[in-house]
């Protein structure tokens, strides 16, 4: 099964509102799809989320390593897949993004091409599950709308983006706390924090009876010994995200006792590598969620299958679709209360793009 044509294309969507957190904002969607063709017909798609103000990876940079890389691709056969993801990997060594679409065309294509459904590759059964949904940065008005909004619709776990005004995030805090009496509360500064200002801000929390589930990666990514004071004093789960990148990344973590979680998403390591972190984090006690960067629903589905597949993941922050509009939101496999079941999928990720 051979593959013989590749295509590279930037796809553009607009969101909902403006995705806003404290390093930055994206005001559209603008990701990299990447489709590969077998001479039997059968196609394969991936995506990359080019998150600059995050990663500092750029649409025409993942652009060009994907053209690059399809005219590698035409020739080779699709059976030899964990090969060629492989060989490919050092290619992509400082894009991610392309390293995630890379490997999930090939993963799609491979199981296309097999008839089976992408979670297969991952456990025995896909399990169900829901995601948390996210308040983003901005006003406490935006805030309220966005809790009333979700609690109504059903979802339980909030993740509030922090770490641009300390006071307004005490603020937003209290109004999720208050508007969604029963649901759970995730807290993501994005790395604006530091561990003493942290500290303080948790026990203000404390002080009015919040107490966050989880917090997510509150000081700079370099700060191993801020995370490990947090993880000793915060009294809470600590996650990884800008911190862990890599199996590297996510041995240092465990090593320094630095956190009790990792946020696990493709285009940070892309898709095998995360398979990795997953069962490497597991085999020492360290908690998991599965995030994303800005993904449309062809690189959501492809996490839900990944997580449903694997099994058993803590936390799970896969709710990009619900802030863009139009057609690159829909997958079949999320309901409006957020939760997953890849299922009834038979035949890889189950989504066609147009190209
Ligand atoms: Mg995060």
Redesign the pocket.
């Known amino acids: 099964m051979i593959i013989t044509k590749a295509d590279v294309k930037v796809v553009k969507a607009p969101l909902v509102s403006p995705f806003r957190i404290s390093s930055g904002q994206h005001d559209e969607l603008q990701n990299v799809f990447l489709r590969i063709k077998l001479c039997s017909g059968v196609e394969g798609f991936g995506e990359a989320a080019v998150a600059t103000h995050i990663t500092g990876e750029t649409v025409p940079v993942t652009l060009l390593n994907l053209k690059e890389a399809s005219r590698a691709l035409k020739g080779r056969d699709i059976s030899d897949y964990r090969v060629i993801c492989q060989e490919f990997r050092s290619f992509f060594k400082n894009n991610h993004a392309a390293l995630a679409a890379f490997e999930m065309a090939v993963l799609d294509a491979w199981c296309r091409s097999q008839k089976m459904p992408l979670w297969k590759l991952f456990g025995k059964r896909a399990q169900r599950f829901s995601t948390d949904i996210t308040i983003v940065i901005g006003t406490l008005k935006e805030a309220e709308e966005g809790v009333r909004d979700f609690y109504k619709r059903g979802f339980r776990v909030f993740k509030i983006k922090i770490g641009r005004d300390e006071g307004e995030d005490l603020l937003r805090v209290k109004a999720v706390a208050r508007l969604a009496p029963r649901a759970k509360i995730i807290l ?1 500064a ?1 790395q604006a924090y530091d561990s003493r200002r942290m500290l303080e801000f948790l026990s203000m929390l404390r002080s009015v009876h919040i107490v966050p589930q989880l917090l ?2 509150p000081v700079p990514r370099d700060d191993w010994e801020g995370l490990a004071e947090l993880t000793r004093e915060s009294g809470i789960l600590v996650c990884a ?1 800008e911190s862990v990148k890599s199996l590297e990344d996510a041995r240092k973590a465990v090593g320094l006792q630095a956190v009790s979680a990792i ?1 696990i998403k493709f285009m940070k390591s892309g898709i095998l590598e995360a398979e990795e972190i997953v069962r490497f984090a597991r085999s020492h006690g360290i908690k998991l969620m599965m ?1 994303a960067m800005m993904e449309s629903a062809l690189s959501i589905t492809a996490a839900a299958h990944f997580t449903a597949g694997l099994g058993d993941f803590d936390f799970v922050d896969l709710d990009t679709t619900f802030f863009i509009k139009g057609p690159f939101s829909r997958t079949p496999v999320i309901d409006k209360r957020g939760y997953f079941d890849v299922s009834k999928e038979t035949s890889g990720i189950g989504l066609k793009i147009k190209m």
């Open positions: 993501d994005n997510e990666q995200d946020n995030g």
